[in-house]
C-alpha cells in the first residue's frame, strides 16, 4: 500500500472510530516510573480498571520494592478487574525487577534529560516491556509522538487492510503518526486503545465482528477466523518385547536329533530335558505304570589269561 493511500485510510477509519469511542482524560503528573508502570497494566485493559487497580498498588504496598518481592498469584488478586491480571502481573514483576538491576533503585526521573531517542532505547532493553509500553512512555513522559498500539488494535488495522502480517508481527503501523498531529497524540491513543481492548478480548467473537463492521462494511472477507485445531494424536501400538512373539518350543523337541547343519544343544537345554524326563517317571510311579529303564551298555572285559601284545622295538 502507497504512503499516501495508507495516510488518507488511516484518517478516514478514524473518522470512523471516533463514532463508537469518545476521549479519555489524559493521564495525571506521574513520575516516569509510575507512567511505566502504569503502562504494563494498561496495555489489554480498559483505563478506568487500570486506575483503580494502580492506586491499590500504591496504598495496599508499601513502595515498589514490596511490589517487586510479592509473588505473581498475590499480585494478580490484587489486579482482579485488569482482562488479563496473569500477565500485567508477570510485565510488572519483570520491569520492576529489570529497572532495579539497572540502576538499584526506582527513580528514571534523570532519563528526561537524555535525547529521546536514547532513553527509548534505554526502556526498550528493560525486560517486562513491550512495545506498547515504550510507545506510552514516550507519548506521556519523554514529550515524544508515538501512539501506543496492542495486539487488538493490530489485529483491527489488519482486518482493515492497514497494515499486513509481517508489519504487525512487527508491532509497526507505518504512517499513524504521521497520520496524527502531535498536539492530537494522546486523545487518539487513548480512542485506539479503547478499539484494541474491544477487539483483543474477544477477537473471534460476535461484538468484535460487528464493530469492525460498522467502522469499515468492506472489511467481511478479511474478519478474523478462529484457527482450526490441531489433528489429534493417533493411537500407535505398544512396541512388543524383543522375542515376545517368538513360540516356546515344547520339550519333546530337545529329544529329537537335530538336522545336519543345525546347532547342537546347549548344556541347559539338555538338563531341562533330563527334568522333563524325571517329572514323567515320578507321575508313572504314581500312576502304578512301570517305567522303562534305558540299558546302559556294558564294556566287553579283556579274556583272561591272554597278555597283551605289546610291538617290540627294533634293535
Not at 503502562?39 to 517487586?68: H, K, T
Not at 487513548?190 to 468484535?208: E, M, R
Not at 546347549?266 to 529303564?293: I, M, S, Y
Request: aromatic share 4%; proline share 8%.
Amino acid at each position: 500500500m502507497a504512503a499516501q493511500n495508507r495516510g488518507t485510510r488511516i484518517t478516514k477509519l478514524l473518522g470512523q472510530i471516533k463514532k463508537h469511542y469518545k476521549p479519555v482524560p489524559p493521564p495525571p503528573n506521574r513520575t516516569l516510573i509510575e507512567h511505566l508502570l502504569f503502562a504494563c497494566l494498561l496495555e489489554n485493559s480498559p483505563q478506568d480498571a487500570v486506575e483503580q487497580a494502580f492506586a491499590r498498588l500504591q496504598s495496599d504496598y508499601v513502595g515498589w520494592n514490596e511490589v517487586r518481592v510479592s509473588t505473581k498469584r498475590e499480585l494478580s488478586e490484587t489486579l482482579k478487574e485488569l482482562n488479563d491480571p496473569e500477565r500485567a502481573a508477570e510485565r510488572l514483576k519483570r520491569t520492576l525487577h529489570s529497572v532495579f538491576e539497572s540502576v538499584y533503585s526506582y527513580d528514571l526521573e534523570l532519563m528526561k534529560k537524555q535525547n529521546l531517542g536514547q532513553a527509548t532505547k534505554t526502556i526498550e532493553k528493560y525486560e517486562g516491556t513491550t512495545p506498547f509500553t515504550v510507545a506510552y512512555v514516550t507519548q506521556n513522559a519523554l514529550g515524544g509522538h508515538a501512539i501506543a498500539a496492542n495486539k487488538g488494535l493490530l489485529t483491527a488495522f489488519l482486518v482493515f487492510d492497514i497494515i499486513n502480517e509481517k508489519e504487525a508481527a512487527a508491532w509497526h503501523i507505518p504512517g499513524l503518526e504521521r497520520a496524527v498531529p502531535k498536539s492530537k497524540g494522546v486523545e487518539v491513543g487513548g480512542i485506539l486503545h479503547q478499539l484494541g481492548v474491544d477487539i483483543g478480548k474477544s477477537p473471534y467473537g460476535t461484538n468484535a465482528r460487528k464493530l469492525l463492521l460498522a467502522i469499515d462494511p468492506g472489511c467481511k472477507s478479511r474478519l478474523p477466523k478462529k484457527p482450526e485445531p490441531p489433528p489429534k494424536p493417533t493411537k500407535k501400538a505398544p512396541k512388543k518385547a524383543v522375542g515376545a512373539t517368538a513360540r516356546k518350543k515344547p520339550a519333546s523337541d530337545a529329544k529329537k536329533a537335530p538336522s545336519k547343519g543345525a546347532a547342537k544343544p546347549t548344556k541347559k537345554v539338555k538338563k531341562k530335558v533330563k527334568k522333563v524326563v524325571k517329572k514323567k517317571a515320578v507321575k508313572k510311579k504314581a500312576a502304578g505304570k512301570p517305567v522303562k529303564k534305558k540299558k546302559v551298555k556294558k564294556k566287553k572285559a579283556a579274556p583272561k589269561g591272554r597278555k597283551k601284545i605289546t610291538k617290540r622295538k627294533p634293535k
